[in-house]
């Protein structure tokens, strides 16, 4: 019975015993899980922070075009690991591909990594000391010889502001020379002509935000798909969310741009001013004009003076549908839709680029998109706005508005205005007299000038002339009668095969500064990297050949915060007044819009609207306030159609005509060496209609000769339904293809930008 | 169909518990010792089977395989209905993005695909599908920090995602279409976006509201936070 006993003692004993036991028990399960818990969490803690991928994101601006997308560069151990759009900035997180290559573009082959001078025919590598020491005293030389006009900068619309502001102060002030110019020559200058002549001030008066509001798009010359990707798809996001907004494509061929538009206005190339003329004339005889806008803000002018609107419809007369559709290869009918449509949309932006400005016409086509916006008053509403659209990514704020051009000076004053120079000398704090009263060589004459000995020396700074220009094998001549000094990231450009002396420059993040984008925006770009090598930034290397020079008391400001501090003070001396854009709020805020006055200033988005734009006067409503002239009113032109110099004829039976691909930028000296942008391409070929092929006797694949006035290019042919009869094209970021060897070197007489988008050629087929 | 199977396995799981309670109960109850050899057989209707034999059975059923099945279920369910657009939305952090989804004026990836039924439903899970019981092991992690932090309430507004986007999500139907094949640069960029050195938003554009829209405060939070209609 012993049994019996233990299990009544332990029967007596368990209810107290065992609860005890089993409360501690189930404390400590319970601690021990909580434990275990909050382990594994803190382990998953550290865990996620040892595995990031990126040490750090950077806010900073894409390398590449005029869209000036705002990125974020994701650090890793000192490389630039991922880059990604920044949801925050205008571009709203969406970059291209190119974009979503700059991780590459930190690590491309080919770098120049030492200063360089020719030596026996060859490019030898030197000392800083020696090339920069050689260049003072081959431009000293010169000028003492030759004077001052017989040295030129040419610059580019990817060096940062502070650099294109202080080469432009350094030979203008300094050397007293406007030979000051670069490639912004050759893509924006119809479109600073044609704003400067319409509103009184360079530089779009819209945003890209007016793309979530218009009804209407209206793209000319624009192949915004693949020149402004981000541009493009955010048309296509307001299409998408409004499906009743419309969007018009004006392009000889049928790009990727026109083949996502609802209506594609197939023009024949050098023909369009008619196109515009022919809409106005349709807004006028159908009453489709905002007559209280027109009375209120627009004086029409012939170019020579006011006129006022019945002699503008009188002018409009010969441009009826119905006689321009031949010409012009789009029907009556199209054009008159296309009209109503512009005029009456609720709100109607337009977006053009290089089919408009470069033109022999590029000027009187810019004046009259924007004439069509006044005469309609689709302008200062959101979504109704002129815009035209940049190439580069600091060609506005860099070029335009430092006016770092040959008959520019800064915030949009004129060399050839006494009162303009005057300022400037003041500002500068350089004698009176000092600023030549004589324009400096636009591009073209510029390259001219090397040519026939007026220009002895040069320096060519971030951009490659020897394929960017039109009629390149002479300009290339050129280039090697005279000193060429070119500052230049990689090795090998073609511009580097004439010069005397190359020195290496620093690329993107590896220097900072910054960068004006197409809408007035100025963004901030941040030092991530070091440069490789020896190489410098610009920046450095034209503060060092203003002390050479003897000019370090005019160029005191050499670090980009000195350069522009100094930038704003002087802006703050014009309407274009910036001075509230600091490099701290730069440095926090998703870039800002000029105007912007003052440190609380939120930016400009929309120009010459009241309560937006701080220079608009009380009450007006609206302003055109550069026009001080003309009652602060903006200026609608007559402006005839001339035909393109490059005509076709029995010798040159079609039209060439040039432009970008998505995944290339420019001559493709950066784009070109990033494998998967490289595949994506391959090398540039001639698209051919394929009836005109067939015409010609050429299969796709086979050589052709495309020769024109200027030069012949031999290439590989391909036929595509992209091509308008007629019409040949072949993209300029091959350098093997070297297009530009065939194209005409006409220019806009006002502008001076040459015209790209027309040459007349012949095509022959190449025998094996 | 799904639905109605996660409702059948909730039903399942509450009755398993139930059943697992009284039975605990039960055996509770039960004094083992007291169990004579003699005591008269359970009929089981098939089977005879001794009484003791029967408790113990009853013992292990209530203390191991029910809380076990429970467990399962409780786990399954979770797993399974978080592939729900409202699993996801139960967190008030995923409200932003749930609202922003279902808004037919937003134009986000997101509501994109919701809007035009790209994808019938599971919209959530549909393109973050590392998640769910077979999900991978690093989602099993991150979604237990992401509990951990939910419910002690020591996470921040907007919230930022810490781990890569896989761009597999977005392969798994777009790759191969011809409308995707026809652009170049995937193709030759094909390496970076498999192995997610370049993610597809990029170019395609946002795929939720910003942070700076989710930040409370901002013009649009409230309308993103609302309750899920």
Redo the contacts between chains.
């Keep these: 019975m012993s049994t019996e006993n233990s299990?009544d003692d332990k029967d007596a004993q368990t209810p107290s015993d065992f609860s005890r036991r089993e409360v501690l028990l189930t404390l400590g399960g319970l601690g021990a899980a909580v434990g275990g818990?909050a382990a594994?969490?803190g382990g998953?803690?550290l865990?996620?922070n040892s595995r990031?991928?990126i040490d750090s994101w950077n806010k900073a601006v894409c390398r590449f075009c005029g869209t000036g997308c705002g990125v974020m560069v994701g650090m890793k151990d000192g490389r630039v690991a991922?880059?990604?759009?920044d949801?925050?900035a205008h571009n709203?997180?969406?970059?291209?591909?190119k974009?979503?290559?700059l991780?590459e573009l930190t690590r491309i082959k080919g770098r120049l990594t030492s200063p360089k001078i020719r030596k026996a025919g060859k490019l030898m590598d030197a000392s800083w000391d020696e090339a920069m020491g050689l260049v003072a005293a081959k431009f000293s030389e010169s000028i003492q010889q030759f004077g001052p006009d017989s040295v030129a900068f040419y610059g580019s619309g990817q060096l940062f502001t502070e650099e294109s502001y202080t080469a432009n102060k350094l030979f203008k002030a300094g050397i007293r020379t406007n030979n000051v110019d670069g490639n912004p020559r050759l893509c924006m200058a119809s479109a600073t002509t044609g704003y400067v002549s319409t509103f009184g001030k360079d530089e779009p008066p819209g945003c890209y935000a007016d793309a979530d509001h218009a009804q209407c798009f209206f793209l000319m010359g624009s192949n915004a798909y693949e020149c402004h990707?981000p541009i493009f798809?955010r048309i296509r996001?307001r299409k998408?969310?409004n499906p009743d907004t419309v969007i018009v494509c004006v392009d000889p061929r049928r790009t990727k741009t026109a083949e996502h538009s609802d209506i594609h206005l197939p023009v024949i190339p050098g023909t369009d001013l008619l196109l515009l003329n022919s809409m106005a004339f349709v807004i006028f005889s159908e009453g489709l004009q905002d007559q209280r806008f027109i009375d209120k803000h627009v004086l029409f002018s012939n170019g020579e003076h006011i006129v006022d609107q019945a002699a503008l419809v009188q002018f409009l007369q010969s441009y009826a549908p119905e006689s321009v559709e031949h010409e012009l290869g789009v029907s009556a009918a199209d054009i008159r839709r296309v009209a109503y449509l512009f005029a009456k949309s609720p709100a109607t932006m337009s977006l053009w680029t290089m089919g408009v400005n470069q033109r022999t016409q590029g000027t009187f086509l810019n004046n009259m998109l924007n004439g069509l916006h006044l005469i309609t008053g689709q302008i200062g509403r959101p979504g109704a706005t002129p815009f035209s659209l940049t190439g580069q990514p600091n060609a506005c704020g860099g070029v335009r508005d430092t006016g770092a051009l040959s008959h520019a000076l800064p915030n949009g004053r004129l060399v050839a205005n006494p009162q303009h120079r005057l300022e400037m000398e003041k500002i500068w704090n350089v004698p009176e007299g000092t600023i030549s009263d004589k324009p400096g060589f636009d591009a073209v004459n510029l390259f001219r000038a090397m040519e026939d000995g007026r220009v002895k020396a040069a320096l060519i700074m971030c951009t490659n002339p020897g394929a960017s220009l039109p009629a390149a094998a002479r300009y290339n001549a050129a280039m090697g009668k005279c000193f060429t000094v070119v500052s230049d990231v990689v090795e090998d450009s073609e511009t580097q095969r004439h010069a005397q002396v190359v020195l290496p420059a620093a690329l993107w993040i590896e220097k900072e500064g910054v960068t004006g984008q197409g809408e007035r925006r100025y963004q901030f770009t941040p030092k991530l990297l070091d440069p490789p090598g020896q190489a410098r930034s610009d920046l450095q290397i034209l503060a060092d050949l203003a002390v050479r020079l003897g000019h370090d008391k005019l160029i005191t400001a050499r670090t980009p915060q000195a350069v522009w501090d100094e930038w704003r003070e002087v802006s703050s001396h014009s309407l274009y007044n910036f001075k509230g854009i600091t490099y701290e709020r730069l440095a926090k805020e998703r870039g800002l819009q000029w105007p912007c006055p003052t440190e609380d200033h939120p930016g400009t988005a929309r120009r010459y609207v009241e309560g937006v734009d701080p220079f608009v006067t009380k009450g007006t409503g609206m302003e055109f306030y550069g026009n001080y002239n003309y009652d602060k009113k903006a200026l609608v032109y007559l402006r005839p159609y001339v035909p393109s110099p490059e005509k076709t004829s029995a010798e040159y039976p079609l039209y060439l005509t040039t432009g970008r691909v998505?995944?290339q930028f420019h001559t493709g000296t950066l784009t070109d060496r990033i494998?998967?942008?490289h595949?994506?391409?391959g090398n540039a070929m001639f698209d051919l209609n394929p009836q005109d092929a067939r015409m010609l006797g050429v299969n796709p694949g086979d050589y052709i000769e495309v020769k024109s006035k200027y030069g012949s290019v031999i290439g590989k042919a391909r036929t595509t339904e992209v091509s308008r009869l007629g019409v040949i094209f072949a993209a300029f970021y091959d350098a093997k293809l070297l297009i530009n060897r065939a194209v005409a070197d006409n220019y806009d007489p006002t502008s001076k930008q040459p015209e790209y988008k027309v040459t007349a050629v012949s095509v022959k087929r190449m025998t094996a | 169909m799904n639905f109605d199977f996660l409702q059948i396995v909730m039903v399942l799981g509450t009755l398993l518990c139930v059943l697992g309670v009284i039975l605990c109960i039960r055996t509770a109850g039960t004094r083992f010792?007291q169990i004579e050899a003699g005591d008269k057989d359970v009929n089981l209707g098939v089977a005879h089977v001794p009484a003791l034999a029967f408790a113990k059975l009853m013992a292990f059923a209530s203390l191991i395989v029910l809380p076990a099945g429970a467990v399962f279920l409780a786990n399954y369910h979770t797993f399974e209905g978080v592939h729900e657009v409202r699993g996801c939305a139960g967190c008030h952090v995923m409200l932003p993005m749930a609202n922003d989804m279902k808004d037919p004026?937003s134009?986000t990836l997101a509501a994109?695909h919701y809007k035009n039924r790209w994808i019938a439903e599971n919209q959530c899970y549909h393109c973050h599908s590392d998640y769910g019981l077979s999900g991978n092991l690093e989602a099993k992690?991150?979604g237990?920090?992401h509990l951990?932090r939910y419910t002690t309430r020591t996470y921040h507004e907007p919230i930022h995602a810490?781990?890569?986007f896989d761009n597999q999500n977005c392969l798994n139907c777009h790759a191969g279409t011809p409308r995707f094949e026809a652009v170049?640069?995937h193709?030759?960029?094909h390496e970076?976006l498999v192995s997610n050195?370049?993610?597809c938003?990029?170019?395609?554009?946002?795929a939720h509201p910003?942070?700076?829209q989710r930040t409370p405060g901002s013009d649009d939070y409230a309308r993103l936070t609302e309750k899920l209609k």
């Design positions: 299990r818990g594994t969490w998953l803690e865990m996620v990031q991928t991922d880059v990604r759009g949801e925050l709203k997180g969406v970059i291209c591909i974009g979503s290559m991780p990707q798809e996001q998408r969310l998505l995944e494998a998967e942008l595949q994506a391409t | 010792d004026k134009g994109r992690m991150t237990f920090r951990a810490r781990v890569r170049q640069s193709k030759t960029a970076k050195l370049m993610i938003l990029n170019c395609h554009g946002q910003t942070s700076v």
